[in-house]
């Protein structure tokens, strides 16, 4: 007899634990992020279920080729599927939604009442937001590459992205790799990195976005000690912790996030930097990924690229999660470059 998906989820979850933490933690880093990806391919779809009667909503639409009034689901349809209403091109370029004049919103996040909607490009004259959540998504998207760049015995436990700081010169990410305590990436690691990124950008996924509870939240991320430690930070307010997922790899973002990976363009990760703990500090070290892109359609000549890469690979001066009291541009020294990728 095949269970309700609740059932179901609520089953695999206690199951799950009976084989105790232990087994879990064991995890290698590709088995950690299958188990993510179904646990919220399950949990997606049980919310879809549980939407229950479908009501509709009217989204007044205002942009090219003309403003008009479509009727679409309440917490099913998003600006996405609006889109489709329109071209290819609304699809393709439309980076974020944004919604009554005034909230910036997910392109597949469902709309949750009737509503006005205008997209946003890269090419809008106040691009702020958009830029904002383009630097997020590569940060996002660094963590899925340093996931997949490194071999199945280097253990590689994601930690933390700042906010967006387009004035920083580079994207970053904060790495803990504890396997590998006194790595130096070499000149042709950084290139696989580089190679390693354009290949899940080509990909074109899909972003998705979806809030769960902290317990989900908590067993999503159990092989993984930092996320859980932040987690019921996150959760604090609401219960809830947002999730976004690209291919099979999930992480946690308050968002919102562009539209999919192939809106990344020409994309280069330009250093790998040691962060060294305070003494306080439980984790000794991490290493800091750092990387520079444009977005999809955005041109610019080799040399105008290359003076952004020299800049990205500086070390940015985002506070140190692990030493936050300490400037990182004083406390840490660049180093050369080595990784096993």
């Not at 634990?17 to 779809?45: D, M, P, V, W, Y």
Request: net charge positive; with cysteine; charged share 25%.
């Amino acid at each position: 007899m095949k269970l309700p998906l609740t059932q179901f989820l609520q089953l695999n979850l206690r199951q799950s634990n009976i084989k105790g933490f232990t087994s879990i933690r064991c995890l290698s880093t590709q088995e950690a992020i299958e188990r993510r990806h179904h646990l919220f391919t399950l949990e997606k779809k049980r919310q879809l279920e549980n939407v229950g009667r479908i009501e509709k909503i009217e989204v007044r639409y205002k942009g090219i080729p003309k403003d008009c009034t479509l009727v679409m689901n309440k917490d099913i349809s998003t600006p996405y599927d609006c889109a489709r209403h329109f071209s290819e091109w609304h699809m393709e370029s439309s980076a974020l939604a944004l919604i009554d004049g005034s909230m910036y919103w997910d392109m597949h996040r469902p709309l949750t009442e009737s509503c006005t909607l205008e997209f946003q490009t890269f090419n809008i004259s106040e691009p702020q937001q958009v830029n904002k959540a383009f630097w997020r998504t590569c940060s996002f998207m660094l963590g899925a590459c340093a996931t997949v760049a490194f071999k199945d015995k280097v253990t590689v436990k994601l930690h933390s992205f700042p906010g967006p700081d387009i004035r920083s010169g580079s994207f970053i990410y904060d790495v803990d790799l504890p396997t590998l305590p006194d790595w130096k990436p070499t000149p042709q690691e950084m290139h696989t990195l580089s190679a390693e990124y354009v290949k899940l950008t080509r990909q074109n996924d899909l972003i998705e976005r979806l809030e769960v509870g902290q317990e989900l939240a908590l067993e999503m991320f159990v092989d993984n000690e930092h996320k859980t430690k932040q987690i019921p930070d996150i959760a604090r307010t609401n219960g809830k912790v947002t999730l976004y997922k690209v291919g099979k790899h999930v992480d946690i973002s308050k968002g919102p996030m562009i539209s999919s990976s192939g809106q990344i363009g020409k994309v280069f990760v330009s250093a790998v930097h040691k962060l060294l703990g305070s003494p306080e500090s439980d984790l000794k070290q991490l290493y800091r990924f750092q990387g520079v892109a444009l977005p999809t359609g955005v041109i610019l000549n080799h040399f105008a690229f290359s003076i952004l890469t020299e800049r990205a690979k500086k070390l940015n001066s985002a506070r140190s999660p692990i030493n936050p009291f300490v400037d990182t541009r004083e406390s840490v020294e660049p180093q050369s470059m080595q990784a096993h990728a």
